[in-house]
């Protein structure tokens, strides 16, 4: 792994701090001081997922693999404050060394706001094409896309390291792409369970669930 700064890394950072600063423009910062639910909700969530991403695992610096949770995220917040919550947790595993910080902008473009935003694009057409059925949120907005998730970031990943001359193709196909099939039903697993036990006993804190269109009109 290279040990300098490279363009694409640097460009990387200018692009996550753009589309974090125009996330935050239209987010209402002020319930985020006076709403405690939201507060308890946002933070809870980044330590959570801080707590999760910790545990990574992998041969080469760079090619570590990890649990996402980041489909849940973004149902249980919102997209736009999955991204604040998701930029706190990437930034406490990046102060704490498990990140090195000329990867941050990578890590938070093509590891964070990609699988999100995809995420919330498959929510919105499911919500809006399909069924409203309970079932239908379970897997279509949380099992499916968990999983998918997990792998569009490994191979974005595993494309920056490519065209940035980090690695060769071979080695990170055999040391990293590889696991992608071991990670998918766990991750998807992980996402579905999340958002089962949270329908089922917080209904009020998944912000895209909506009780009248799922429950009371079924």
């Known amino acids: 792994m290279l040990e ?41 969530s980044a330590a959570s997922v801080f707590f999760l991403w910790i545990f990574q695992t992998g041969i080469y610096p760079g090619l570590q693999v990890h ?11 919102g997209f736009r404050w999955a991204v604040i919550s998701s930029f706190l947790a990437l930034l406490g595993i990046t102060v704490v060394g498990e990140e090195s910080w000329r ?6 473009l093509l590891g964070v706001l990609a699988p999100l ?8 057409f499911v919500f809006h094409k399909l069924s409203r059925h309970v079932f239908v ?10 999983a998918l998730m997990m792998a569009v970031k490994m191979y974005l990943l595993g494309g920056y390291f490519y065209l940035d001359g980090q690695y060769d193709w071979h080695t990170i196909q055999d040391n990293y792409l590889v696991l992608i099939w071991l990670l998918l039903f766990p991750e998807g697993m992980l996402n579905g369970m999340t958002m089962t036990l949270m329908i089922i006993y917080k ?13 009371h009109k079924k």
């Open 4 to 44: 300098y700064t490279t363009n694409i890394q640097y460009l990387a950072w200018v692009g996550y701090a753009a589309c974090l600063m125009t996330v935050i423009r239209f987010l209402p910062l002020s319930s985020l001081v006076k709403d405690k639910k939201i507060q308890h909700l946002v933070f809870g």
């Open 67 to 77: 649990f996402l949770w980041l489909t849940a995220l973004m149902l249980v917040l």
């Open 103 to 108: 990867m941050f902008g990578v890590n938070g």
């Open 117 to 124: 935003s995809l995420s919330y694009l498959i929510y919105s």
């Open 137 to 146: 949120y379970i897997f279509l907005c949380a099992f499916l896309p968990g």
């Open 203 to 215: 209904p009020q804190w998944a912000y895209t669930f909506y009780e009248k269109f799922y429950i």
